[in-house]
């Protein structure tokens, strides 16, 4: 029989996410985000697009949290930005797949919020560092129910906003990707051996900004749901 471990403390527990229409969780496996996949969001920012290649960041798994919740406003950071997401929950393996059969493994879609210590960011991309500390911290990486692929297909067009206090900040639509789904799933494909419970958040559009103790915030994707999170 196989030894057991002893382990000098608990180990973490494992991060999921709800599933629309059923008990299970989705148990979340790593974050890949996508940068720049907004042409105007990539403007706001003051960059261009790179279009030989999509841009990647990650998040670690411990900083997801499910929409409803309250979230204090993050340590280190005077400007502390909204990112309102697309994202793509991966169901099966896969390795260098080409873009036509890169929706065979998806699970489902969500909508997310891409918590991002802006000033931080910005101060490692001008020393080019690595975007750690801007992007992945505690409860960063706000996520909606999961609906599965037969729940509401593969969609190509919706409508993605989000509101703070019910003032409209960002307002697009998701066939305005630069790199679409598919185009991301097998790009991944080619670098990292994707597994169930990989999740990949597809970038933002333009109109990011700050948010402050108090704001709440609303994100929809259509078709998909939306996400709501509190800043305390």
Known sequence: MPSKHIYTFPPSQTSSVSISGTDERFPVNRIFCVGRNYEAHAAEMG???????????TKSPSTIVETGAQIP??????NYHHEIELVVAIGSPCSNVDVPSAHEHIFGYAVGLDMTRRDLQLVAREKGRPW????????????????????????????ISLEVNGDMRQLADISDLIWSVPEIISDLSKFYHLVPGDLIYTGTPAGVGAVQPGDHLHGEVVGIGAVDLSIT
């Open 47 to 57: 960059v261009k697009v790179d279009r030989e290649a999509p841009f990647y960041f």
């Open 132 to 159: 750690d500390l801007g992007k992945d911290f505690e409860q960063s990486a706000v996520i909606s129910t999961i609906v599965t692929v037969e729940q509401c297909g593969h969609p190509e067009r919706a409508g």
């Open 73 to 78: 406003y993050p340590p280190g950071t005077q």
